[in-house]
């Protein structure tokens, strides 16, 4: 009997691997004509000053608008373009898109882009970027560039030079998800970031896991012995805001500062100031 629930729990687990695996063909078909199609969406989620909640920067997400199944999230169809190689072509677009829209914003406030370990690995990435800087105008300073540390391990010698050209070009360079890799510690000891942003998993378990407490306050040691700013990933309620500015976190992002929104949607600035006193307002019964 155990024999045949083994038998048919296999069969269930193949099954279910072979529908994976077919939906994901699907979606790589579809993805081919996504930028001919006109199909791409950029989004942007803001960043805010720990403790003044002014914003300081813009993140761009992508959004895929499929005709028949609606939105699609990055999480989706990233890895996908990524295992496909067309993460190449949609990289670029993004950085063009999120440039592009940069331009129009207050010029104090910067944008960052994701990049893909694939994107970072081809020797003429940091030439992409400086030729879009250039066709769109935003000041090198203004961009900053998002990466993990599976980025990092692909290529590490590539890498390296990719971070130190864009640094010399004036881009700045972020630890995206800091403590999900492998060796967070080591690439943070092997490669010159401008900024830590620590993974969501830690700030969502503020409340409940003193390990993930701990965790967030090594990183901002960390942060001040390397004079860069941690900001913290995942922000949705005041109880994690408040440990997170005692903990000395210079930003935060997350759907309690708002959700992403698609980037021709970033208020002006009147109205992101109006925004800003809301957000205290909202806030003030747990700031001291
Ligand atoms: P990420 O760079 O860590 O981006 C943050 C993700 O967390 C976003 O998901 C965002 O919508 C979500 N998020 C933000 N605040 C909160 C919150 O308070 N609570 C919760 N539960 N989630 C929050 P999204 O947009 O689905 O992106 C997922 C990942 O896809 C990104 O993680 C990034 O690694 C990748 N990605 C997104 N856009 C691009 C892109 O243009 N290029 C590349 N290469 N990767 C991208
Ligand atoms: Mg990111
Ligand atoms: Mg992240
Ligand atoms: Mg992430």
């Known amino acids: 009997r155990a024999k045949r629930i083994g038998g048919h729990q296999i069969k269930t687990y193949v099954d279910g691997m072979e529908e994976a695996n077919r939906r994901q063909a699907v979606i790589a078909a579809d993805l081919k004509s996504v930028i001919s199609d006109d199909q791409l969406r950029l989004y942007v989620q803001p960043q805010n000053d ?10 761009a997400l992508l959004r895929w608008e499929h005709p028949e199944k609606g939105l699609i999230g990055a999480a989706d169809f990233i890895p996908i373009a990524e295992r ?69 391990i692909e290529d590490h010698d590539r890498v390296l030079q990719a971070i130190k050209a864009l640094r010399d070009m004036g881009v700045r360079v972020s630890m995206d998800d800091f403590g999900t ?64 500015t005692e903990a000395g976190c210079a930003q935060v992002q997350g759907f309690l500062f708002g959700r992403p929104i698609p980037a021709s949607d970033v208020p002006s600035n009147v109205e992101q100031a109006l925004l800003t006193e809301e957000l205290r307002t909202n806030l003030a019964g747990s700031r001291q």
């Open 50 to 59: 720990a403790r003044t909640l002014e914003l300081t920067g813009y993140e």
């Open 84 to 152: 496909t190689g067309q993460i190449l072509d949609i990289g670029q677009w993004v950085l063009e898109a999120a440039c592009q829209h940069a331009v129009s914003w207050d010029p104090a406030i910067p944008v960052s882009v994701n990049a893909s370990p694939l994107q970072l690995s081809r020797s003429n990435y940091p030439a992409i970027v400086s030729q879009i800087l250039i066709e769109t105008g935003l000041p090198a300073q203004r961009l900053e560039i998002e990466l993990t540390e599976s980025s990092i």
């Open 181 to 244: 890799g492998y060796s967070s510690l080591n690439t943070l000891q092997n490669f010159p970031f401008d900024k830590i942003k620590v993974d969501r998993v830690f700030t969502q378990s503020i409340e409940t896991d003193p390990r993930s407490r701990a965790i967030i306050r090594s990183a901002v040691l960390l942060g001040h012995s390397f004079k860069i700013p941690v900001l913290a990933e995942g922000v949705e309620n005041k109880i994690q805001l408040d440990f997170l």
